[in-house]
């Protein structure tokens, strides 16, 4: 359910009047709006930002390690609305077993890069994806460099 | 069929092609010196169109994200120089707002400006190398030696300021890191005074010549669907008729108080790519020119060192997050910071320009000429250590 205190902000109603259940939670803080979203309506809350709420672009993905917290993983997405002019950040939480998400490749192809920077730094899954595979590390890499589990520096034993 | 070792691309062997074609493999990079740095782009060939374009990154991919887990903030900016080092002023500065913006914290006036006029020197910086570079490829060899002639006395400047030509990390957490040297004024202003009459030269050589025209007119098209689809920022979106510049949309560091044009063209071509950075080369010089020339300059410089109590006390940050854009010389740049309330940052993203502006690599050149491959990939005016990061 979408909290109280953001229902004025019109980006935030017009998602709950879209789709009641899909936010599960959100906040303003210094300017910026974010809204938590039930990971398995990503990709049809994508879509609808993007057709009826004019953000027509995706300026990032990322994603952020809450180890040992669950659920681990926040996936972020930062969207952006040119005409006019806003930014909006969504935030999906994933457990940390089975990390797993809803490809929106198919709702911005731009998504194509930045989701595999994620699956290839974090470990995380999206369903749907194109051409999933590592992007900045070798193919045959071990282990997921950003989550908080896996060491800065330190040898192979 | 044989595996080209490329996923993705699967090529057919000699004499086995079905229309007569011979279909080749070509694996442009990581060296080749048009790639500017360590890009690879497997291309596959039907005579001398590219049929097939795979891009593969990650050659300078550090891990810069994970290492600024482990710096305090303050030294964490240093890494920021070493992501995008042609402009590294605008990485420092982009950084240095995240922060500032999760500490609650406006920097004095006088900084501010400094910080505009030295971030806008950067792009300078940055589009001197761009033009050498990109019209190397081409063949116009002239025009670099020209370009670096320029872009040596910037280095010049930045290196009295910072004592270091490329990786300055002059901006810092609540400001700038030294108060400015003696004669900074006089140095500058006698460098942008006579900038814009550079600027000509330069168009002398390029925008009316046959040759130029030729290998970038009709170029390396993109409509502008596709590259907003694809995740293409900056210049390249102004090249395509778009008046999109974060400095106007969302101004930061003071950019609304000052007076510049956004260059727009519509033709979205390697040519009207040209003509965009070419012109913000004249308004960044207008917008130094303005710095230098307005009331904040005047005051006393000392100011600037605000940032010295919190960089001998320390600082924690309130725990929270932000999404800091700027645009630096190559498109939209982004900081995502999330601070959990220690020394440390607990996660850094840089939406980086470079990255999402190479994505639309295949786009633009497949089903063109490989000779308008490098035209085409020179008008991105990418930084494949901004793309690794």
Same mark, same amino acid.
């Given at each position: 359910?979408?909290?109280?205190?953001?229902?004025?902000?019109?980006?935030?109603?017009?998602?709950?009047?879209?789709?009641?259940?899909?936010?599960?939670? &959100?906040?303003?803080?210094?300017?910026?709006?974010?809204?938590?979203?039930? %990971?398995?309506?990503?990709?049809?809350?994508?879509?609808?930002?993007?057709?009826?709420?004019?953000?027509?672009?995706?300026?990032?993905?990322?994603?952020?390690?809450? =180890?040992?917290?669950?659920?681990?993983?926040?996936?972020?997405?930062?969207?952006?609305?040119?005409?006019? =002019?806003?930014?909006?950040?969504?935030?999906?939480?994933?457990?940390?077993?089975?990390?797993?998400?809803?490809?929106?490749?198919?709702?911005?192809?731009?998504?194509?890069?930045?989701?595999?920077?994620?699956?290839?730094?974090?470990?995380?899954?999206?369903?749907?994806?194109?051409?999933?595979?590592?992007?900045?590390? %070798?193919?045959?890499?071990? &282990?997921? %460099?950003?989550?908080?589990? =896996? %060491?800065?520096?330190?040898?192979?034993? | 069929?044989?595996?080209?070792?490329?996923?993705?691309?699967? /090529?057919?062997?000699?004499?086995?092609?079905?229309?007569?074609?011979? !279909?080749?493999?070509?694996?442009?990079?990581?060296?080749?010196?048009?790639?500017?740095?360590?890009?690879?782009?497997?291309?596959?060939?039907?005579?001398?169109?590219?049929?097939?374009?795979?891009?593969?990154?990650?050659?300078?991919?550090?891990? $810069?994200?994970?290492?600024?887990?482990?710096?305090?903030?303050?030294? @964490? /900016?240093?890494?920021?120089?070493?992501?995008?080092?042609?402009?590294?002023?605008?990485?420092?500065?982009?950084?240095?707002?995240?922060?500032?913006?999760?500490?609650?914290?406006?920097?004095?006036?006088?900084?501010?400006?400094? !910080? #505009?006029?030295?971030?806008?020197?950067?792009?300078?910086?940055?589009?001197?190398?761009?033009?050498?570079?990109?019209?190397?490829? $081409?063949?116009?060899?002239?025009?670099?030696?020209?370009?670096?002639?320029?872009?040596?006395? $910037?280095?010049?400047?930045?290196?009295?300021?910072?004592?270091? !030509?490329?990786?300055?990390?002059?901006?810092?957490?609540?400001?700038?890191?030294?108060?400015?040297? !003696?004669?900074?004024?006089?140095?500058?202003?006698?460098?942008?005074?006579?900038?814009?009459?550079?600027?000509?030269?330069?168009?002398?050589?390029?925008?009316?010549?046959?040759?130029?025209?030729?290998?970038?007119?009709?170029?390396?098209?993109?409509?502008?669907?596709?590259?907003?689809?694809?995740?293409?920022?900056?210049?390249?979106?102004?090249? @395509?008729?778009?008046?999109?510049?974060?400095?106007?949309?969302?101004?930061?560091?003071?950019?609304?108080?000052?007076?510049?044009? $956004?260059?727009?063209?519509?033709?979205?071509?390697?040519? @009207?790519?040209?003509? #965009?950075?070419?012109?913000?080369?004249?308004?960044? @010089?207008?917008?130094?020119?303005?710095?230098?020339?307005?009331?904040?300059?005047?005051?006393?410089?000392?100011?600037?060192?605000?940032?010295?109590?919190?960089?001998?006390?320390?600082?924690?940050?309130?725990?929270?997050?932000?999404?800091?854009?700027?645009?630096?010389?190559?498109?939209?740049?982004? +900081?995502? /910071?999330?601070?959990?309330?220690?020394?440390?940052?607990?996660?850094?993203?840089?939406?980086?320009?470079?990255?999402?502006?190479?994505?639309?690599?295949?786009?633009?050149?497949?089903?063109?000429?490989?000779?308008?491959?490098?035209?085409?990939?020179?008008?991105?005016? +990418?930084?494949?250590?901004?793309?690794?990061?």
């Amino acid at each position: 359910m979408l909290p109280d205190n953001l229902r004025d902000h019109a980006v935030a109603a017009a998602l709950a009047a879209f789709d009641a259940g899909a936010t599960t939670g &959100g906040k303003f803080e210094r300017g910026e709006l974010t809204l938590e979203i039930a %990971p398995a309506r990503i990709a049809g809350v994508c879509g609808f930002l993007k057709h009826d709420q004019n953000f027509v672009r995706l300026s990032s993905v990322t994603a952020v390690d809450r =180890y040992p917290a669950e659920p681990r993983f926040e996936v972020v997405y930062h969207l952006h609305s040119i005409q006019p =002019y806003g930014r909006l950040r969504l935030k999906c939480r994933l457990s940390g077993a089975k990390p797993e998400i809803e490809s929106v490749t198919a709702v911005w192809r731009s998504a194509d890069w930045y989701e595999r920077e994620v699956f290839d730094l974090f470990g995380i899954v999206f369903r749907g994806h194109p051409d999933l595979r590592r992007i900045m590390l %070798p193919e045959d890499w071990e &282990g997921h %460099p950003l989550r908080k589990d =896996y %060491p800065v520096t330190g040898s192979r034993v | 069929m044989s595996e080209s070792g490329v996923p993705g691309i699967t /090529v057919l062997e000699t004499g086995q092609t079905e229309t007569g074609a011979r !279909r080749m493999l070509l694996n442009m990079g990581p060296q080749h010196p048009s790639t500017h740095g360590v890009l690879r782009l497997a291309v596959e060939l039907d005579g001398e169109i590219v049929t097939k374009c795979v891009p593969d990154i990650g050659y300078l991919h550090t891990g $810069i994200e994970k290492e600024f887990e482990v710096k305090t903030y303050q030294q @964490a /900016v240093t890494l920021t120089d070493r992501v995008d080092y042609l402009a590294p002023l605008s990485n420092n500065l982009g950084y240095c707002l995240a922060v500032e913006k999760l500490l609650g914290l406006e920097i004095p006036p006088q900084a501010q400006w400094m !910080r #505009v006029m030295l971030t806008e020197l950067t792009r300078l910086n940055s589009h001197l190398v761009w033009l050498g570079t990109h019209a190397m490829d $081409i063949g116009a060899m002239t025009v670099f030696l020209y370009c670096f002639r320029e872009r040596e006395e $910037i280095l010049k400047i930045f290196e009295m300021f910072s004592g270091q !030509r490329m990786m300055t990390s002059y901006f810092r957490i609540g400001g700038l890191a030294l108060e400015p040297p !003696r004669g900074w004024h006089q140095r500058i202003k006698t460098f942008i005074d006579s900038f814009p009459s550079k600027v000509d030269e330069y168009e002398d050589l390029l925008t009316t010549n046959r040759i130029w025209i030729g290998r970038t007119k009709g170029v390396g098209r993109m409509t502008l669907e596709d590259m907003l689809d694809l995740g293409v920022t900056g210049p390249m979106l102004r090249a @395509a008729g778009l008046k999109i510049d974060a400095r106007r949309d969302d101004p930061y560091t003071s950019y609304e108080k000052f007076d510049f044009e $956004i260059p727009i063209r519509t033709e979205s071509d390697v040519y @009207a790519r040209y003509q #965009v950075r070419v012109e913000e080369m004249r308004q960044s @010089a207008r917008i130094v020119r303005q710095a230098l020339d307005g009331e904040k300059m005047k005051t006393q410089m000392e100011a600037l060192i605000y940032h010295f109590k919190i960089v001998t006390e320390g600082f924690r940050v309130p725990e929270g997050e932000v999404y800091q854009v700027i645009e630096s010389p190559r498109g939209e740049l982004g +900081f995502y /910071v999330v601070s959990d309330g220690t020394t440390s940052p607990y996660r850094v993203h840089m939406r980086t320009p470079s990255f999402g502006n190479l994505q639309a690599t295949p786009r633009m050149v497949e089903g063109t000429l490989i000779a308008d491959t490098i035209a085409s990939i020179g008008s991105m005016d +990418f930084v494949l250590g901004d793309t690794d990061r």
